[in-house]
């Protein structure tokens, strides 16, 4: 499975009118389409980055985003375009694929994402990471320090986000290597332990120790907190 990576600078004042758009011009004519579904459309209304909304969008294989590719970039997707252009100042398009131990790596596991659609608001971190190791040890780093203490945490009921998928830029997509974390936070009260500054910070213990040893394969990391907004079905 591929994951497609829309960013979208939006205009000031016009978030609510592109995701409106979105929905109802884009995701019912794509997801027609066998083997391409809208997954989530991710918004920040406030921030240092201005308003901007991801559209993360499920595709089954490399022809289903040729498919894609085609439907927006010729007559099909021209108003699209047009629309979209008028509310927005920038747009990045990235192709994700996850990695090998990563949850939501296959296609038929689709189902367990699109249920889960209407539950309500929902919360979601974007964490990036750009390595200046190999990608290798990176993704290895990732599974060994996070994603198995995760696994832990979750198992004894202590786990504050629930991990979507952790996702690597397609090579040739990319300006230089980099990996995405898509992570659900799972209560308000975990998002304000998550990110505030505990009383005792030991670097030893994890999550301490998971940001520290960080330091050592990463040069430059980025966190996101997006709403993901209701689908229209």
């Not at 016009?14 to 997954?39: C, H, Q, S, T």
């Not at 889960?116 to 320090?145: C, H, K, L």
């Not at 995760?150 to 979507?164: F, I, Y």
């Not at 030893?204 to 394969?217: A, I, K, N």
Request: aromatic share 14%; charged share 25%.
């Amino acid at each position: 499975m591929i994951l497609l990576h829309e960013t979208f600078q939006i205009v000031h004042g016009g978030l609510d009118e592109f995701e409106e758009a979105y929905w109802n011009e884009v995701a019912p004519k794509v997801r027609a389409i066998d083997g391409i579904e809208p997954l989530w459309f991710l918004r920040q209304r406030t921030g240092i980055e201005g308003e901007f909304a991801i559209a993360l969008t499920a595709l089954r294989s490399g022809e289903d985003l040729g498919t894609y590719t085609r439907w927006i970039s010729e007559s099909e997707g021209a108003a699209w375009r047009a629309r979209s252009q008028g509310l927005t100042h920038a747009f990045q398009r990235k192709v994700l694929l996850a990695a090998p131990w990563s949850p939501f790596n296959e296609w038929d596991e689709l189902a367990t994402a699109l249920e889960s659609r209407g539950n309500g608001r929902r919360i979601f971190m974007e964490d990036t990471g750009w390595p200046y190791v190999s990608v290798a040890d990176y993704v290895d780093f990732q599974r060994r320090e996070y994603w198995e203490p995760l696994q832990k945490w979750a198992s004894s009921g202590a786990a504050v986000v629930k991990l979507w998928g952790f996702f690597l830029v397609a090579p040739g997509s990319g300006h230089r290597p980099e990996a995405i974390f898509l992570q659900e936070v799972m209560s308000d009260s975990a998002l304000e332990r998550l990110i505030g500054e505990p009383e005792v910070y030991d670097p030893d213990t994890f999550p301490g120790s998971y940001m520290v040893q960080g330091l050592t394969y990463r040069d430059q990391w980025r966190s996101r907190l997006m709403v993901a907004s209701q689908p229209r079905d």
